[in-house]
Nanobody, 121 residues
């Protein structure tokens, strides 16, 4: 079954940087709309950054200018470079794909298991 696997989370001091990566496993045909979401304790899951259907990017206002999403389509991976991290960025970060073509079928709304990011003050 198709899976998204995140890596790169951890503990960092405020002002530091982390780079998250998300890789799709298996014989992927194509992936559309990959992005990153996060969920802090007691909060709803929210968009952090994502590629739209037209290939442009969409960022949450709270991370604009600090986070950068990028992708390697050949490797079916997406990255999130996070700079100038703040304690309020602490959350579990999830990778998402709107649609994946895998072994002759489409899978919609695929999520990874998440990776913890903790920013200390």
């Amino acid at each position: 079954q198709v899976q998204l696997v995140e890596s790169g989370g951890g503990l960092v001091q405020a002002g530091g940087s982390l780079r998250l990566s998300c890789a799709a496993s298996g014989s992927i045909g194509s992936i559309n709309g990959m992005g990153w979401y996060r969920q802090a304790p007691g909060n709803q899951r929210e968009l952090v950054a994502a590629f739209t259907g037209g290939g442009s990017t969409n960022y949450a206002d709270s991370v604009k200018g600090r986070f950068t999403i990028s992708r390697d389509s050949a490797k079916n991976t997406v990255h999130l470079q996070m700079n100038s991290l703040k304690p309020e960025d602490t959350a579990v970060y999830y990778c998402n794909a709107e649609r994946i073509y895998y072994r002759g079928g489409y899978y919609y709304g695929v999520w990874g298991r998440g990776t913890q990011v903790t920013v200390s003050s």
